[in-house]
């Protein structure tokens, strides 16, 4: 199934019995706005996108994808999963969407980052 690192942290990392909430960073591009594209269903998921929208310098997204991935049209998935059907944790799933045809080819290098891309991410996730 993969997913490794993430059933890695719920099995075995010391904090994991003290998160309440997980922002998971994803990238399908070089950069960009990260975007949400996925949130826990429920309450829980509607007030973490209450708070995020409302707290962020520039929020971006759309669960749009969410329904995307649970069709199983997209034959891919984020350690967003793990941490909320096995953790039982709340939390929003982000990507860089931009310049998506360099993802995973020899072109995917750093210098591919559109600038500005990290700090308006940075930005986001701190606020």
């Not at 010391?14 to 990238?27: D, G």
């Not at 269903?41 to 969410?66: D, F, H, I, K, Y």
């Amino acid at each position: 199934e993969g997913l490794m690192g993430a059933h890695g942290v719920l099995s075995s990392h010391p904090w994991w019995p003290e998160v309440r909430c997980v922002l998971n960073l994803e990238s399908t591009g070089a950069g960009g706005h990260h975007r949400m594209f996925q949130a826990t269903p429920g309450q829980a998921g509607a007030a973490l996108l209450r708070m995020w929208s409302e707290s962020v310098p520039r929020p971006s997204g759309s669960v749009l994808a969410q329904d995307i991935f649970s069709s199983g049209i997209i034959k891919s998935d984020t350690d967003h999963r793990i941490y909320r059907d096995y953790g039982d944790a709340a939390g929003l799933d982000f990507a860089f969407l931009e310049g998506s045809q360099k993802y995973h080819t020899p072109n995917d290098r750093t210098s591919a980052i559109r600038q500005g891309s990290l700090q308006s991410s940075g930005d986001n996730l701190l606020a």
